[in-house]
């Protein structure tokens, strides 16, 4: 219950396309969904992220669309620039006493083609 | 800006050795945290640490697992004698603390145990 199952494994785009990865999740306990981007060699760093009482939230290029009753979400990277290949992590956040515990998915390996 | 950094950034180790790997939280932050990724697997979630003690660990923290903030900048994860299967990238992470805030990760231990 405590799992997020992220889709797909890697993604190939064109320059200039949309990229779509999507997430699901179990524990309606989770209350905070952030979305994580790591480059080779890097630690994980924030890109965006939504809490459950909104449906979308957009930063640049980057839309967290959120189904509550779907218990899904997802990741839309519009005008995919070569930059942007990384591999992204959806997580979800079990905020508990204080802490922040990330629990993320199994990760997307994008890859953007110029 | 400030960010969380981790020494060594790759450590190589014979199986049944000690190590410890280093990290030095963003300094206003109260929340500590380590996460392992194994190759090409997913960030997991090891521990999290406030005010001197442990708040949660997950089953992978077992008893050859110690953290320790052993001054008031350095938040250490000690492995007691290693396994092969403890080879993997040791992000260290810190936050706030505030609800939800963001949990800034470090760039990573590469721990190889041969």
């Known amino acids: 219950q405590q799992q997020v199952k992220q889709s797909p494994q890697s993604l190939i785009v064109q320059k200039g396309g949309i990229s779509i990865i999507n997430c699901a999740y179990e524990n309606t306990a989770f209350d905070y969904f952030p979305w994580y981007q790591q480059f080779p060699g890097k630690g994980p760093a924030l890109l965006i992220a939504?809490?459950?009482?909104?449906s979308e939230k957009k930063e640049g290029r980057f839309t967290i669309s959120f189904n509550k009753s779907a218990k899904q979400f997802s990741l839309h990277i519009m005008d995919s620039q070569p930059g942007d290949s990384a591999t992204y992590f959806c997580a979800a956040d079990l905020f508990s006493g204080g802490y922040n515990k990330l629990i993320f998915g199994a990760g997307t390996r994008l890859a953007v083609h110029p | 800006e400030p960010e969380v950094t981790q020494t060594p950034s790759h450590q190589v180790t014979q199986m049944g050795q000690e190590v410890i790997l280093r990290c030095v939280p963003i300094?206003?932050?109260?929340?500590f945290y380590w996460y392992r990724q194994i190759l090409g697997q997913k960030v997991e979630f090891l521990v999290s640490?406030?005010?001197?003690?442990?708040?949660?660990k997950s089953e992978i923290f077992d008893d050859q697992f110690s953290v320790e903030r052993p001054d008031g900048s350095n938040f250490t994860l000690k492995i007691r004698s290693t396994k092969l299967e403890d080879s993997a990238m040791y992000f260290c992470?810190?936050?706030?603390?505030?609800?939800?805030?963001?949990?800034?990760f470090g760039p990573g231990t590469r721990l190889t145990v041969l």
């Open positions: 300094s206003n932050h109260l929340y």
């Open positions: 939504i809490r459950p009482d909104v």
């Open positions: 992470a810190s936050s706030d603390g505030d609800s939800h805030n963001e949990q800034f």
């Open positions: 640490f406030y005010n001197n003690e442990i708040s949660e």
